[in-house]
């Protein structure tokens, strides 16, 4: 099992291009995940994908958008990008329990990839 | 203020300590995640834990959810337990699904020297 896997691993992008970031869920996982990680912070939520639809959002604005497959991979986009948008962006995936108590999976990150916008 | 609070920032250890990393928190949870993240950026989930204790290794992570408090110690410390350690919290029990939002804590950059 590969687990949850990202890539690039690495990107260089300028300032108001757009990018796409791709996310393979690890095996049996449905529901996936994005966070954005600045230098020195703890990753903050964007937002996250079952059954092919955003289903919760954090604080981004909509040049952050998503998108989820029929195999539960799933891609992050930025449009329009800003230096500010340098970071490490995380997918994690996690198995949906399906009812309202029992939310604690445990979570499977990938390794990240590494934007920076010049 | 972050929801959850982690304590101390950066913490440098002795190979062989005993090592404590502390996490408060404001959000009502009803488990705890502790995260490990590697200089290389990927994050490993070390403990998921809603009561009491659990032990992993040299690893152990306890919770007391009344005092919304939960702390992460490392026995016979080893420099390849140098890592940023991450505690992360659901914000709300009521959510239906897996844990997708978690609150994460800025973390805990331990370095252990030999």
């Known amino acids: 099992d590969a687990g949850v896997t990202q890539s690039p691993t690495h990107l260089i992008k300028t300032r108001g291009q757009q990018v796409t970031l791709r996310c393979s869920p690890k095996s049996g996982h449905d529901t996936v995940s994005w966070y954005q990680q600045a230098l020195g912070q703890g990753p903050q939520f964007i937002f996250q994908?079952?059954?092919?639809?955003?289903?919760q959002r954090g604080n981004f604005p909509d040049r952050f958008s998503g998108h989820q497959f029929p195999n539960y991979s799933s891609e992050l986009n930025v449009n329009a990008l800003l230096l500010g948008d340098s970071a490490l962006y995380l997918c994690?995936?996690?198995?949906?329990?399906?009812?309202?108590?029992?939310?604690?999976?445990?979570?499977?990150f990938g390794q990240g990839t590494r934007l920076t916008v010049v | 203020k972050n929801e959850v609070e982690q304590s101390p920032q950066n913490l440098t250890a002795q190979e062989g300590e005993f090592i404590t990393i502390n996490c408060s928190y404001s959000?009502?949870?009803?488990?705890l995640h502790w995260l490990q993240q590697h200089p290389g950026g990927g994050i490993v989930s070390l403990f998921m834990?809603?009561?009491g204790k659990k032990k992993h290794g040299r690893l152990i992570a306890t919770i007391n959810i009344q005092e919304k408090h939960s702390s992460l110690h490392i026995t016979a410390s080893h420099p390849r337990d140098s890592a940023v350690y991450i505690c992360a919290a659901p914000p709300n029990i009521y959510y239906g699904g897996s844990q997708g939002n978690l609150i994460f804590g800025k973390g805990t950059k331990l370095s252990v020297k030999p």
């Open positions: 994690a995936s996690s198995p949906r329990t399906g009812t309202v108590r029992t939310l604690n999976t445990e979570a499977f």
């Open positions: 959000v009502g949870i009803s488990a």
């Open positions: 834990l809603s009561s």
């Open positions: 994908y079952y059954e092919e639809e955003e289903r």
